[in-house]
Every structure is written in C-alpha cells, then in structure tokens.
C-alpha cells in the first residue's frame, strides 16, 4: 500500500475535501495508442443524478462539466474531449504521447457526496511490422541449423518481441526466448516447423511468420536425377548418329566383301 502513498496525497491536494468522500485512490492503468480514443468511466460510486463532474490532469484543471454543459476545457484537448453517460464517463480522442499522465475524476451528486477514481494512462506509437530474415544457416541432409531475426524498419524502445512454433496444422506453442532473435536446430522429421515473430507494445502488436525455411534435400534429389537425365540425352545425341552410320555402313561393306574377285 506504501507505493500508493503519493497518488493519493497528489488526489488530496486537488481536493482537499475528499478526506469525507468516496472513491477509488489507487490509480487504474490505462494504456493507448497514439490517434486513438479512450474512454474513463466513473462508474462504481452512487447512482444519484449528477450535479457536476470535474476532471484534472497531472495537477492542471482539465474539464469541468455541470448543468450537461462544458463550462470549463483545457486549451491542449479543445476539440478532442466527450462527456458521455450523464458526465460519468470521460472520452479523449486523437491521443498524443504528451496526454500520457494522471488524471483524476471527480463526480459530485445532488446529494452534495462526491466519488473520485484516478486514472494512469500511458499513450504508445504504433509498432512498426516486422519481418523475419534467415542468417548463419548450415544445412546437411540430416540437420538444419539456422538463426531467424525479427527485423523491424525502425528501433521502438518500448516494443517486446514473442516467438511461437508450430508443425504442421497444430495450434502455436511458445518458443522460449524473448528478444528479436533465435537459434535453431532442427533434423528432417521436422523442417515443417512454421515460426511466428509477434512485436508487441501494451497497446498494440503485429506478427509475421516463416515456413519451411531449411532446405528441401528431396527436391534437390530430384534436381539432380533431372541433371543426370539430360547428360544422358546429351549421350545420346552424341552418339546416335555415330550408331546409325556403322549400322548403315555394315551392310554395305558385307556387299562390297563379296562382289571382291577371288
């Protein structure tokens, strides 16, 4: 509970009335994404009609809306804010990595109690898509050992990387490691393996995945016998007519041997 110590001195400084009302202290995480919208909801307090509804940023005023009108709204979210739900609910729209930050919410009812909640929200940029590029990789008929990147366009210092694997048409398992690349080894019975790289933030994510990436020795076999195929066709144009000379020739030479004079 210590950890939580500073939120809510942070919330009593705001409003220094709260020592008697209701509320929720500890702030409720809230991740977003850069352009797009978040709701916060006042939801758990009474549900008495309310009067009116403050909200603050950090320790800045941010909107004041009484009588179902804004009659106050911070110039840095003019044209990006919505109350919906009778003042219970919070809307910022068009989100910028700035907006990230605390804020508290404070509904006062008819009844003249009041019930506040904070909020935590941190905005993240979109993570680039990624693909997986095949390096260092060693192959024998009976082994396959490979290393895969996860490749991005750009460096994002808040994205993870997650690795999944599956053979054939199974479901994907985790592959145990967390950066953005991994060994691999792997013998015939399982050059099948398809691997998915997923590039994650809290707020969003995208995946790849590679298929079959070690080499097929059955179908270079086959390669080869084709090679080996066309040398014989090359033979055998060779030698053909050579054949078809000697055979016609016989004959002629037997003929030519017995008109000879004895």
Not at 34 to 44: A, K
Not at 106 to 125: A, P
Request: charged share 20%.
């Amino acid at each position: 509970m210590m950890k939580h110590l500073p939120e809510c001195f942070l919330v009593l400084s705001i409003f220094p009335s709260l020592l008697l009302t209701g509320g929720e202290y500890v702030p409720v995480i809230l991740n977003g994404l850069i352009n797009q919208s978040i709701p916060m909801s006042l939801s758990g307090g009474p549900s008495d009609p309310v009067h009116r509804v403050i909200w603050n940023f950090k320790t800045n005023p941010l909107v004041t809306y009484t009588n179902n009108q804004l009659i106050f709204i911070n110039e840095k979210f003019k044209g990006r804010l919505e109350i919906l739900d009778d003042g219970r609910v919070l809307k910022i729209g068009h989100l910028r990595l700035e907006d990230s930050g605390l804020y508290i919410g404070m509904i006062t009812f008819t009844n003249s109690t009041n019930y506040v909640k904070v909020y935590n929200l941190t905005v993240y940029e979109p993570v680039p898509t990624p693909s997986i590029v095949a390096k260092e990789r060693k192959n024998r008929p009976d082994w396959c050992n490979v290393t895969l990147r996860c490749s991005v366009p750009t460096n994002k210092s808040s994205s993870s990387y997650t690795w999944k694997y599956r053979h054939g048409g199974s479901d994907f398992q985790l592959y145990n490691n967390s950066g953005d690349t991994i060994q691999i080894s792997l013998q015939p019975e399982s050059w099948d393996m398809e691997v998915l790289c997923i590039i994650h933030n809290p707020a969003d994510f995208k995946n790849v995945s590679l298929h079959k990436f070690c080499p097929d020795y059955s179908v270079k076999a086959k390669s080869t016998g084709g090679e080996l195929d066309l040398t014989c066709w090359i033979k055998l144009y060779i030698y053909l007519p050579i054949l078809t000379i000697l055979s016609l020739s016989l004959p002629l030479l037997c003929l030519l041997n017995k008109r000879k004079p004895e």
